[in-house]
């Protein structure tokens, strides 16, 4: 455009775009954003974006898409005119016009922001052209301008990819200065160009590959949201994507306590119905009067609280939580027309409650760059004005779902932490009555070891004593105490004898063999019983409480012997009769003996006076009679322990001496029973 004598028209310095680029972006990542932008504007189904780091200080950064490309009309007229409003566009239709994520017609300005030259090359209408940009080495004052260039003199690092296609516009950054950027910043750049936009709803895809060292292949991969969803507690969803189906059931909190880190609380899905989201209302248009018109509005997408924002603990939950210096997820991103607005809107809340740096979520308020109001953006781009009437409703509409969000994260915090304080307590009674129970052991040690001391002082008396004891025991009673000793051996030597000739000889044919078992049995039980009788082991008769004898000769005698077999005696009443000792003896040795065979553990008695008459149980817990005829188990010769079958024989015996019955059963659940009645 030429000056006239009435009209004069301004011109940009490469300074002012020098500043324009500096002063509207505040990372490499937002202005790459911008760049992708207009190739998405530009009816892109792919956008791509090659960086070269080989050299750090001198990076070359290639950005293409497949676009309409531009003509030499289109540069001219169109690109070249800093702050032209797409949406004016004549050549768009209204439905293209609204698509259109721009309008203010600066976002060419970012790839100034990035280095001071840059390579455009563009492909439309069959034609491909190449155009250069360079400031570096221009004055500040000069007019700038696009410089035409042969495509020859334009090394495009991914030609591989470019030259496939028809159409489309590249720009090629030089000298780009990543020095300060990682592996993790890339992964952060990757996670942050997939928050630029809302994936989900934008016609085409973004691909990135970045090459770290000359000469290595290029391999692009589709920038995708990966967002923690299943590390989210609760969560509110009124957005077409369906979010809440993302969400885990249940997710896990940390916690000191392994208990309560390990309990799984099932996660919360907030009603979108009970919160007003939509509707329609007159607004401030950019001349101060009201639209005409309602014009509607609607608030959608997601938000949601995390369980936790610690990037191990909420890994637990979903490997995908990001974390680091390039890349903060827990944000709440506002969204204009499918393009990030805000990177977190939290700030505009004011909200100081607990866990508010929890929320994390994607909206969207399209009414926030609505064709017929005015442009509320701040200067750098990267916001609103806060007292903007729109922006004021997107605030009351935004503050009571992120306060019942965080609401419900208080709650669960509450009921962790007093699972946590019962634990603790618990844990300290535990201790405390270990403690006391030490203190207690410690008291009844000393106790014992007061009484072992005791108990070694009587033991040395008793030793005394009974060596005085031995001293004055007369020649007589030295001989009687060996002489039964001999008999005890020789008695001993007849009983394996008669077991020896019953299996050498037959049973059946020798009964008096019996005979001589039962003699022999009365023997041993009279030197048994001779402990308790004073050496009184005459084959006499005496008259007493039959339940006394037995008690005493159980407890006294035989669990000396028989220590391994706990023995329980219970009486009812007496039952005085005249019996001989011996044979009481023989018939309850006999008994404890075949319980110890049968491998019994505990041997029961019980005894009762019903009307004059001795009623007596025996009965154990060893293996029981099995499957025999408990007819056939007093004959001479039955065994099912491997004996002889004398024992039994002799109890009989005895009983029916005495003019008594005994019979046999099996026990429940286990054992062997016998069940003894006599006069």
């Given amino acids: 455009m030429d000056n006239t004598n009435d009209k004069i028209f301004f011109n940009f310095s490469y300074f002012a775009l020098k500043l324009l680029g500096k002063g509207l972006y505040s990372n490499p990542w937002t202005a790459i954003a911008e760049l992708v932008a207009n190739g998405l504007d530009a009816k892109a189904t792919c956008v791509r974006i090659f960086i070269d780091m080989s050299d750090k200080k001198n990076s070359e950064i290639e950005i293409f898409d497949n676009g309409t490309g531009m003509t030499y009309s289109d ?70 301008s ?45 996670a942050r160009l997939s928050d630029y936009y809302v994936l989900d709803s ?29 590390n989210f507690y609760a969560l509110f969803d009124n957005s077409e994507s ?95 027309r499918k393009k990030l607005a805000v990177e977190d809107f939290m700030p505009y809340l004011k909200n100081t409650q607990a866990f508010s740096n929890y929320i994390e979520g994607e909206i969207n308020f399209d009414v926030l760059d609505d064709n017929s109001l005015g442009d509320i953006a701040t200067s750098n781009r990267q916001g609103f004005a806060e007292d903007d009437e729109r922006v004021a409703l997107l605030i009351s509409l935004v503050k009571p779902i992120v306060s019942t969000l965080i609401v419900q994260r208080v709650k669960v915090g509450q009921e962790i932490r007093e699972e946590e304080d019962k634990i603790k307590k618990e844990h300290e009674a535990a201790l405390k009555a270990a403690e006391a129970a030490r203190q207690e052991l410690e008291i009844k040690n000393r106790v014992t070891e007061k009484k072992l001391e005791v108990a070694s002082d009587n033991i040395q008396k008793y030793k005394a004593q009974s060596y005085t004891i031995f001293s004055a025991i007369t020649e007589d009673q030295k001989t009687f105490s060996a002489k039964t000793h001999l008999v005890k051996t020789n008695a001993l030597t007849i009983r394996n004898s008669v077991t020896t000739l019953a299996r050498k000889i037959g049973i059946e044919n020798y009964r008096e063999l019996g005979a001589i078992s039962v003699a022999t049995d009365k023997i041993l039980s009279s030197l048994k019983y001779s402990a308790i009788a004073k050496f009184n082991i005459e084959d006499a008769s005496i008259k007493e409480d039959l339940f006394a004898f037995c008690r005493e000769y159980l407890m006294n005698v035989l669990q000396q012997q028989y220590f391994n077999i706990h023995i329980s005696v219970e009486t009812s009443g007496q039952h005085i009769i005249k019996f001989q000792p ?98």
């Fill in 75 to 144: 540069l001219a007229e169109k690109y070249v005119l800093i702050g032209k409003n797409k949406r004016e566009d004549l050549s768009l239709d209204e439905v293209s016009k609204n698509k259109v994520m721009g309008r203010k017609g600066i976002g060419k300005l970012a790839a100034l922001y990035l280095s001071s030259k840059y390579y455009l090359i563009s492909k439309s209408a069959g034609q491909e052209s190449a155009w250069y940009f360079d400031m570096s080495n221009e004055r500040e004052s000069e007019i700038p």
């Fill in 146 to 190: 696009l410089n035409r260039v042969n495509l020859s003199q334009v090394e495009v690092l991914s030609a591989e990819y470019w030259d496939k296609l028809t159409s489309g516009t590249m720009i090629k950054l030089k000298n780009v200065d990543l020095t300060n950027i990682g592996i993790q910043s890339i992964e952060g750049l990757k």
């Fill in 202 to 230: 934008i016609s085409g895809k973004i691909e990135l590959a970045v090459r770290y060292q000359k000469n290595t292949p290029i391999g692009f991969q589709e920038v995708a949201k990966n967002i923690a969803f299943r």
């Fill in 242 to 336: 369906n979010i809440k189906s993302r969400i885990a059931e249940s997710v896990y909190f940390p916690s000191a306590d392994d208990t309560v880190r390990r309990k799984p609380r099932h996660t919360v899905i907030i009603d979108e119905s009970a919160y007003n989201t939509s509707g329609t209302r007159h607004f401030v248009k950019e001349d101060g009067s009201l639209s005409e018109k309602e014009i509607p509005y609607s608030l959608n997408g997601w938000i949601g609280i995390h369980a936790s924002i610690k990037k191990d603990d909420a890994q637990v939950n979903d490997p995908l939580f990001l974390k680091n210096k390039a890349y903060k997820s827990t944000q709440l991103r506002l969204y204009v």
């Fill in 582 to 679: 011996q044979n009481i003896s023989l018939v309850l040795d006999n008994f404890l003996s075949n319980s110890q065979k049968s491998h019994a553990r505990n041997f029961n008695l019980s005894m009762e006076d019903i009307s004059g008459k001795a009623y007596i149980e025996l009965w154990d817990d060893g293996d029981g009679f099995g499957a025999v005829d408990l007819n056939e188990i007093f004959d001479f010769g039955f065994s099912n322990t491997g004996g002889t079958g004398i024992g039994l024989y002799n109890i009989k015996t005895v009983i029916k001496k005495m003019k008594g019955t005994i019979c046999a059963e099996n026990a429940t659940p286990s054992g062997a029973k016998f069940i003894i009645e006599m006069p």
